[in-house]
């Protein structure tokens, strides 16, 4: 919905300029960053004239927003500024340890960290929390997460055949090893274990135990689902031992 819609907005009164060369300040968006908020960041001095603008420190000034993937800035005469930007859109989140303070970041599906900015926080905080990734930074940003991709295919499987299921949790850390596993919670607090392959069946079998148990009436009880095991499924309660 929202985070594919084409914004295209004038703001003159948040950047508040007077000079008569510039009568409106164009901003275009494919993401939901506001001209207000937009307005505020660049914050051109109110006699600012057309020709006065450096459109170059402007596009990189924006371009220091880890949400924008790229910014264009033209001067437009006789009398417009435009602005163009297209920003990241999150399919996860997660929590970094920076000089001792923890830094919030989304995550967008080609491994961009970005500190997110004009998003819901309510929406945020339902996105997936990843965890057992390892961030390499490149002077103050995070390089894109290398295993982005596959964590994209999972989430897309995920909806195309369970749509109903919400992870609220997915633990990447042994993504990497001899014997890939993806390892995700959803809102019961089932854990469920997944190879990074073949997510058709797997998604089937789940699907079979999720109904078989919900039938029987067991569900709460399920600790632990396995399907990274070929052909079948390990099912852990939560009364089993380890």
Known sequence: GIYYMYANAFFDDFFGVGSKKIRHIEFKTDGVITP??????????????LSDVNIFAVKSMLESLTQVKWARVERIYPDKLRIVISEHVPMARTEIKIDNRSVFYAISPEGAFYEPVCMNPDFLQRLPRLEGCRAEFEGRRPKPLSCAKQIN???????AKMPQIKWTDIDVSQIAS???????IDENGIKVIFAPKDYEKQFDRLDYVLKYSKENNYLQNIKQIDLSLKERADVKLRSQKK
């Open 178 to 184: 001899v014997a890939p596993l993806i390892s995700a």
């Open 153 to 159: 295919e999972f989430l897309a499987y995920t909806q």
């Open 36 to 49: 207000g908020w937009i307005g505020q960041f660049v914050s051109l001095p109110v006699a600012t004239t």
